[in-house]
């Protein structure tokens, strides 16, 4: 049996922390957080994300998502002020679609994985820009 190099390419990916490229980190500085992509989908909007905070680091605002959020803290204290919700590591948090949220607080600095399993937002977040959130609102 012949078998053809392409269809032997694997599909997978795998990133080591160390190859991750400092270029491709998107700064937040006015709310002291950066977020690095491991993977989006274009078509659905769904991604999943590195998360930064420093320490004081905010998203400062209650807000939706146009689809569910998952959260795992790898490191850190990471709070949803509004519920006094605090992840540290080890902790999972879901957040349902349409559910508002927020304001959080970075108690220390913490970092994060993020996963959406669809588009982030309705509508673009005062703290996003068009290149930072633009492939990942909800299409109407």
Known sequence: MDINAETMKSLEVLIHAADLDEDNWIDYPDYGFR???LFKN????ASIALLDYD???T???RHTHASNQFMYCLEGDYEYTDSGLRLRPGSFYMNPKDHPHGPTLAHERSRLIEIYDGP???????YHTDETIGDFLAKD
């Open 59 to 61: 998203i400062p605002t």
């Open 120 to 126: 982030h937002y309705y509508e673009k977040p005062e």
């Open 55 to 57: 320490q004081g680091g």
């Open 35 to 37: 977020q690095y992509f």
């Open 42 to 45: 274009a078509e659905t909007g």
